[in-house]
């Protein structure tokens, strides 16, 4: 086999390689099944179809604490990674991948519907803007902010030589009052008690059931006018 078809082949499989990473991420697999799903006033929700709502998150119980911006969410993913040296590469490793969620509402102009992420991600499929992130290596010492994260978490942001080891930082949250889309299951549950400004006896809920998973994103790209 000649040089020139070689050097084809090589960028061949490197261009669907590439594809293949973007087409397949978290990300675009939210974008692209999200799309598919009709959007429904809460209103018009009937029970056991999947159906998609935009809306404003709002909390049930006492609010989640970001553990580094320290907003009031309902939902929040946090990774911290080093940068680790094996022999001529390097490459970023995890140390700290974490993920809570709670209950909350959506708010559709006068409409609430309930959303019950479990805490056991097999249940939904979620994806979060990371808008924050802090970083630190030989030359970047950290903020005595993100020294207190990484203390938390029980992780040392020197070497054995005193040297800062290269960290960083990313965090997303679903905050109180924020645009989200959600989509899941519809169902209609009777309430216990009346909700304030709900005059309702009944109240939507987005829910998992069998291999449906909710969804639940910030993504702009999927966030629609509320009715």
């Known amino acids: 086999?000649?040089?020139?078809?070689?050097?084809?082949?090589?960028?061949?499989?490197?261009?669907?390689?590439?594809?293949?990473?973007?087409?397949?991420?978290?990300?675009?697999?939210?974008?692209?099944?999200?799309?598919?799903?009709?959007n429904k006033p809460a209103s018009s929700l009937k029970t056991n179809e999947l159906s998609k709502v935009s809306g404003k998150a709002l909390h049930v119980k006492e609010p989640l604490i970001a553990p580094y911006s320290k907003r009031k969410c309902v939902f929040y993913q946090i990774v911290i990674q080093q940068k680790v040296s094996t022999g001529?590469?390097?490459?970023?490793?995890?140390?700290?991948?974490?993920?809570?969620?709670?209950?909350?509402?959506?708010?559709?102009?006068?409409?609430?519907i309930i959303v019950s992420p479990k805490e056991n991600p097999k249940n939904y499929k979620c994806?979060?803007?990371?808008?924050?992130?802090?970083?630190?290596?030989?030359?970047?010492?950290?903020?005595?902010?993100?020294i207190a994260l990484l203390q938390h978490y029980h992780i040392d942001h020197t070497t054995l030589f005193g040297f800062n080891k290269r960290l960083r930082y990313k965090e997303g949250v679903i905050e109180i009052g924020e645009e989200v889309t959600v989509a899941g299951i519809a169902k209609w549950k009777t309430l216990s008690e009346p909700m304030p400004d709900y005059p309702y006896s009944k109240i939507a809920t987005l829910e998992s059931v069998d291999k449906q998973k909710i969804i639940i994103t910030d993504l702009p790209e999927v966030r629609l006018k509320r009715p």
């Open 1 to 38: 086999m000649s040089g020139p078809i070689i050097v084809i082949i090589f960028f061949c499989v490197v261009a669907i390689i590439i594809f293949c990473t973007y087409y397949f991420s978290a990300k675009n697999v939210i974008i692209r099944t999200l799309s598919k799903i009709p």
């Open 88 to 112: 001529k590469s390097s490459h970023w490793k995890t140390i700290i991948d974490e993920e809570r969620s709670q209950e909350f509402f959506i708010q559709t102009k006068h409409d609430f």
């Open 127 to 146: 994806h979060l803007v990371k808008d924050q992130s802090q970083n630190s290596g030989t030359f970047n010492d950290p903020t005595q902010k993100f």
